[in-house]
């Protein structure tokens, strides 16, 4: 018999794709205050010839329902990405990253100035906070 | 991936079994025998089959509890089935059969709320009751239910003559398309006798007993539907024999009232 989380697994995820460039972008949110979001895996892809680093952010912008208070902007995830290649990380069952209750998820590319990101996430609502 | 009934397979019905099915607060169990079954897969597209004219818009809520998306509840209607019925449960014409109902949702964290019958509010209780500003009891949610996995906690009796409609909740900061996989243990069913019906209410356990809809107080005619009074669980046996007269053995099968159109 399968066990009940791999089907929750299985039938609660949702893809979040968007191009992130050097102007912050939101990709999901505001995350529901009783949920979290988990990302289970990310794909970046990067269509220019020059490498490029970029961020996914998350950012408080609803009530503070964070574990840790309001978030003014952390870190969910770092990535350099080469020239015409991309980058993978996670296979979709482990969470890779997590966004907080009432956060909105973002992107952005910080160098080079013009570059910019095809961004596809495979994730999930939790119901809880800080779990 | 494949579907997953392992949850329900136990709690389903099978022939023979003998039911009580208690309506209008428990004022009216009317006494069944399964004679025949059979079970039924439907997957049903909210926003494809016409029930809503579009996707759930995006929450705006700012603290998750009000300023949701909430859909108050319409009964299930198919655009694609001949007829175009506003209601694709409705077993009114056909007294011969119950539908015990299980439904998986996606997303999984769409809020499903029941009424049954259409308009009256079910799971829905004394202060903590659910309402457009207020939906944070009485759903069922994928997380509950996964879609390819209905949990059994989704039971619901669809019955003759009783309306079922699905409203819906999106606490989700982007559209949803609600899609409900629903598996029905499709019964064939008729009124047991009198001294068999005194038997089902009076032995523990003889019986399988279910409370059609909710709590909530319903007007459900059962006699009208199957041509007996309904019993109450604390009947002597003379009173089940008025509420369940003896039937003309010329005009059906010995012991078994059937119900045909």
């Known amino acids: 018999m399968v066990e009940y989380d791999s089907y929750a697994r299985t039938s609660n995820r949702k893809v979040i794709a968007g191009i992130v460039g050097t102007q912050i972008a939101t990709l999901y949110g505001p995350v529901p205050p009783q949920y ?50 991309s980058v993978n990380v996670g296979h979709g069952f482990d969470v890779v990253g997590k966004v907080e209750p009432g956060c909105l998820l973002e992107g952005l590319v910080v160098a080079p100035t013009s570059g910019s990101l095809q961004v596809t996430l495979v994730a999930r609502l939790v119901p809880g906070r800080g779990i | 991936m494949s579907y997953d009934l392992s949850d329900i397979e136990s709690v389903l019905v099978r022939e023979n079994d003998l039911l009580l099915m208690g309506f209008n607060g428990g004022e009216d169990y009317v006494p069944l025998r399964v004679l025949a079954r059979t079970e039924v897969p439907y997957l049903y597209d909210a926003v494809a089959e016409g029930q809503l004219s579009a996707a759930l818009a995006a929450s705006g809520s700012a603290n998750g509890i009000s300023g949701n998306t909430y859909q108050p509840a319409l009964q299930l209607g198919s655009s694609f089935i001949s007829g175009k019925p506003t209601d694709v449960f409705d077993l009114t014409r056909y007294p011969s059969y119950v539908y015990q109902s299980f439904f998986g949702i ?4 769409l809020r499903v709320f029941l009424q049954q019958p259409f308009k009256t509010d079910q799971r829905s209780l004394p202060i903590i009751g659910y309402t457009p500003a207020y939906a944070q009891s009485g759903y069922f949610d994928g997380l509950l239910s996964p879609l390819y996995r209905p949990s059994r906690k989704t039971q619901t009796w669809v019955m003759p003559g009783m309306s079922f409609a699905l409203g819906y909740e999106n606490v989700e900061p982007e559209a949803v398309y609600p899609l409900l996989f629903f598996y029905l243990n499709a019964l064939n ?21 279910f409370t059609v809809g909710g709590l909530q107080p319903i007007s459900y005619n059962v006699e009208s539907h199957y041509g007996v009074s309904g019993l109450k669980l604390d009947m002597t046996l003379g009173e089940v024999q008025t509420a369940i007269p003896p039937i003309d053995k010329n005009s059906g099968p010995q012991g078994l009232v059937t119900r045909q159109q």
């Open chain 2, 106 to 109: 996606a997303p999984a964290a």
């Open chain 2, 189 to 209: 069913v008729a009124v047991v006798d009198a001294a068999t019906a005194y038997a089902m209410i009076s032995q523990p356990g003889l019986a399988k007993i």
């Open chain 1, 36 to 85: 979290s979001l988990e990302i289970l895996s990310e794909t970046y892809g990067n269509p220019g010839s020059l490498a490029v680093s970029g961020y996914l952010l998350q950012f408080a912008t609803l009530q503070s329902y964070t574990p840790s208070g309001t978030i003014a902007g952390t870190i969910v995830q770092g990535v350099t990405v080469p020239g015409d290649s």
